[in-house]
T-cell receptor, first 113, second 114 residues
């Protein structure tokens, strides 16, 4: 069955550095992958969508890559700020004909001033 | 303002007492779904609906019911709540049943069953 893995350990970085979060998937090949941000006790908020034929997508300080060979997506935040502290969820397209994204468990990012 | 609303936001109830959590969206979205979120388990889909009168089970449907009589509303019903249904619940909607469309999430309902 499909499996989505995000680092369960929190990522701690200093303000101004680049944060890199990883999403690995196994046993299938999604054509699309979404990234969401979730603040404590609140609903996820959509950030970016990347398609399998797009190796890289950018939006302001955010950059997402999609490596279909490695079955991995990387999410980068450049010039990170304390306000970027949140949990980031990857959501690849579902497998087996279910076209709705399936969410990973998320990685917590903590940016220290 | 385009949004997904849920009510109530917080609910404490007792085992076996039927409850309904309402969800409404004002964006004319086709697709709506319910998720529960538990520590260490992430977001798990309970039920989804691709349009009016079309609903289907997600990954964890046991103990829940839904209905989609109108496009904007998608209530979640717990006929006989049990303590293992204590969780944070999110309703979400999307313009189309299509992985390229973003999902809009409600603010969440924190349910405690004692």
């Amino acid at each position: 069955s499909q499996k989505i893995e995000q680092n369960s350990e929190a990522l701690n970085i200093q303000e101004g550095k680049t944060a890199t979060l990883t999403c690995n998937y196994t046993n299938y090949s999604p054509a699309y992958l979404q990234w969401y941000r979730q603040d404590p006790g609140r609903g996820p908020v959509f950030l970016l969508l990347i398609r399998e034929n797009e190796k890289e997508k950018r939006k302001e300080r955010l950059k997402v890559t999609f490596d279909t060979t490695l079955k991995q997506s990387l999410f980068h935040i450049t010039a990170s700020q304390p306000a970027d502290s949140a949990t980031y969820l990857c959501a690849p397209e579902g497998s087996g004909g279910s076209y709705i994204p399936t969410f990973g468990r998320g990685t917590s990012l903590i940016v220290h001033p | 303002e385009a949004q997904v609303t849920q009510n109530p936001r917080y609910l404490i109830t007792v085992t076996g007492k039927k409850l309904t959590v309402t969800c409404s969206q004002n964006m004319n979205h086709e697709y709506m779904s319910w998720y529960r979120q538990d520590p260490g388990l992430g977001l798990r889909q309970i039920y989804y609906s691709m349009n009016v009168e079309v609903t289907d089970k997600g990954d964890v449907p046991e103990g829940y019911k839904v209905s989609r009589k109108e496009k904007r509303n998608f209530p979640l019903i717990l006929e006989s709540p049990s303590p293992n249904q204590t969780s944070l619940y999110f309703c979400a909607s999307s313009l189309r049943t299509d992985p390229t469309y973003e999902q809009y999430f409600g603010p969440g309902t924190r349910l405690t069953v004692t």
